[in-house]
């Protein structure tokens, strides 16, 4: 299983952007995917997932920040709205699954994407 992470770029305070993570290779189940970002000299912080059907959302992104799966492509996305400066970060997608019957969870990123919100 492989996740490419695409849609970052250079945008203004208050605009949106749309990030994406398309998933290639087969999985048996899905646990959870999400959205984690990485600001200069800072940890990996959770921004969104779904688990089991379940989103939850950072504190700091509720009410802006939408994360949705679109199974038919194997693709999962955060729509971003009123960014803010302190939104930038490199953002990575993550997946947690089983790759077959009875096999363990395995822990899948992709390789981020940076997200730049200028003031």
């Known amino acids: 299983v492989q996740l490419q992470a695409s849609g970052g770029g250079l945008v203004q305070a208050g605009t949106s952007l749309r990030l994406s993570c398309a998933q290639s290779?087969?999985?048996?189940?899905?646990?959870?995917v999400g959205w984690y970002r990485q600001a200069p000299g800072k940890q990996r912080e959770l921004v969104a997932t779904i688990t089991r059907g379940s989103t939850n959302y950072a504190d700091s992104v509720k009410g802006r920040f939408t994360i949705s799966r679109d199974n038919a492509k194997n693709t999962v996305y955060l729509q971003m709205n009123s960014l803010k400066p302190e939104d930038t970060a490199v953002y990575y997608c993550r997946l947690v699954g089983r790759i077959g019957p009875g096999s363990s969870e395995y822990d899948y990123w992709g390789q981020g994407t940076q997200v730049t919100v200028s003031s």
């Open positions: 290779g087969s999985i048996f189940s899905i646990s959870a």
